[in-house]
């Protein structure tokens, strides 16, 4: 049986069914009958309305949710710039498979062909930056269009769907039924002969590798790398966004990551390696123009989507399919007896020093700044496994992605595809909502913090225990360093400062700041026993940053 509502009724409860906590956005007359829907529900499962400062930081939320969850986020805008403001938190989100579903309100359907006020074609301007972008015209369609930008967000390669919602939509009646809970959808896994096959390559190889990508960093795919190791160790190398697969137990077998130069533990490994087996890996991350080019062996592809095929990626078996049950499967074709050749072995070892040396800080020569070693070993020591970790985009990026050690995944957040500035602080936002018991830790330059740092009011808002931590230096520092290594010289990166205690204090956050290296200590432990947002300035000594970029890949360790 079914009861006349109004579009955006049928909205609401269409996102309940789906498992819909949180809507992220700013309200606009377009759009507005939803927010009034939202705001004033009386069922105790509508989804909670959260309102943001930007509508960009509103889809890097709803993206964060995405991440987090692996269930999409949602953020809900009005016409015009509400929905091209979307645009960067939509392409980054697709870029690096966080599922979101963006609902941009849209003219009244008489207005559409018209040039009035805050009418764009948002369908095709957002089309390029998602997986699925389309216009609703009647409401009765709403439900189903929402169910299949759902399925479709969470599809392999997960991404990004945008739904225009004219405002006459949103406020028609609708006597069709609303869409229930989606049914998951299961993957196989390959053939008894085809584990064999991959596990005999396995046990013949010289140095097999693991290169765990951004695919392989959900529950089930990191369950079943974990157990395949349990079973028999092989060096495994993260991409950024794989970071946290490998766990306490088994950290001999982590090799560090790679991403952006090719310059680290990860790269001599998967250099020497005559067999790579990646799993979930996208070239986003890191293409293999950087990491395979020049070198000899196979590789096998295990993915739960087809593999973008270039000159430089020409995989010798491909599996696609459930990650996690393959990997669980391919445990099974190994016993106690095997293990790596006495060779593979000494050569690790010897790289595993090489990895804990490059992370050992060195002695202070400025002490009023702080080494960026130091400071990534003081926040390892402030953080715990179930602690959240969200990075931006700079030269502070460069240092914790190598150097950062995350023991769980998706608790260690990059924007690795498209290496947007802003994201930290939105998504240690929704980190906070989705694990409201834990601590959660923020990262920025102070560059980048400008670009989402009006957020501040919303976390203090919402309440919520969030320490936030700005590397500052006075520059666009990851441009700055790259230009000197490439001119001589740097163009266009400096900016003037801010005073960022004071900036937290006037949202009614906490603000702290390091004066010198010798404080850092006390001052992150006050950071961490204070209730709600915590802002902490650190004069950052970038001096050494010329060296990230240098190519350290010696003879020796091939």
């Known amino acids: 049986m079914t009861t006349n509502k109004r579009g955006s009724e049928a909205l609401i409860e269409t996102m309940m069914n789906h498992g819909i906590h949180y809507v992220f956005g700013i309200p606009g007359a377009k759009v507005d009958q939803l927010f009034e829907d939202l705001q004033y529900s009386t069922d105790p499962n509508a989804p909670q309305l959260v309102i943001t400062r930007h509508e960009q930081n509103a889809a890097f939320m709803a993206a964060g949710i995405g ?78 269009t929402f169910a299949n930008a759902y399925q479709t967000a969470i599809a392999p390669k997960a991404g990004a769907t945008f739904i225009s919602l004219p405002q006459d939509v949103l406020s028609e009646t609708t006597d069709r039924p609303v869409m229930k809970a989606p049914v998951p959808v299961n993957q196989g896994i390959p053939t008894e002969n085809q584990l064999q096959e991959l596990a005999s390559q396995i046990k013949r190889a010289k140095l097999p590798v693991i290169l765990a990508g951004m695919r392989a960093s959900d529950d089930e795919t990191t369950a079943g790398i974990r157990r395949l190791l349990q079973q028999v160790h092989l060096p495994v190398v993260e991409t950024f966004q794989g970071a946290g697969i490998i766990s306490h137990e088994l950290e001999d077998d982590y090799f560090g990551r790679v991403g952006l130069f090719h310059n680290q533990t990860g790269d001599l490994l998967l250099k020497k390696s005559d067999l790579v087996i990646a799993v979930g890996y996208d070239p986003v991350e890191y293409e293999a123009r950087n990491w395979n080019q020049d070198r000899t062996g196979q590789i096998i592809n295990l993915d739960s989507i087809d593999p973008e095929l270039t000159v430089d990626y020409q995989p010798d078996m491909m599996m696609t399919g459930n990650m996690g049950a393959t990997l669980t499967a391919l445990a099974a074709q190994f016993d106690s007896s095997f293990s790596l050749n006495q060779s593979a072995t000494d050569y690790l070892t010897t790289l595993r020093e090489k990895r804990d040396a490059e992370d050992v800080p060195p002695v202070i020569t400025d002490s009023t700044r702080v080494h960026p070693l130091a400071l990534v070993s003081e926040l390892q020591n402030c953080i715990t496994d179930e602690m959240t970790v969200t990075v931006d985009v700079g030269s502070h990026y460069i240092w914790m992605a190598r150097h950062f050690r995350s023991y769980e995944p998706r608790h260690l957040l990059f924007s690795n595809g498209m290496q947007t500035l802003g994201v930290a602080l939105p998504w240690a ?101 204070t209730e709600g947002p915590v802002i902490v300035d650190v004069p950052v000594d970038y001096s050494e940053n010329s060296q990230l970029s240098q190519t350290l890949l010696d003879d020796q360790f091939y």
């Open 429 to 529: 936002i929704s980190a906070a909502l989705v694990r409201p018991n834990t601590q959660i830790v923020s990262i920025s330059g102070d560059g980048g913090f400008l670009f989402s740092g009006q957020e501040l009011e919303t976390a203090v808002r919402l309440n919520l225990n969030i320490v936030h931590i700005i590397w500052n230096d006075g520059h666009y520092d990851m441009v700055k360093f790259q230009e000197e290594t490439k001119y001589g010289r740097s163009a266009g990166v400096d900016f003037g400062g801010v005073d960022f205690v004071q900036y937290a204090e006037s949202f009614g956050a906490t603000g702290l700041r390091v004066t010198n290296e010798d404080d850092l200590a006390a001052v992150l432990a006050e950071a961490f026993q």
């Open 67 to 144: 991440r987090l969850t692996g269930q999409p986020g949602v953020v809900a805008v009005t016409s015009g710039p509400g929905a091209s403001n979307l645009a960067t938190g939509l392409v980054t989100a697709t870029s690096e498979g966080d599922p979101v579903i963006a609902l941009g309100g849209q003219v009244k359907r008489d207005d559409l062909a018209r040039l009035t006020h805050q009418s764009i074609k948002s369908q095709e301007l957002l089309a390029p930056t998602t997986k699925f972008s389309t216009e609703v015209q009647d409401a009765n369609a709403l439900s189903e």
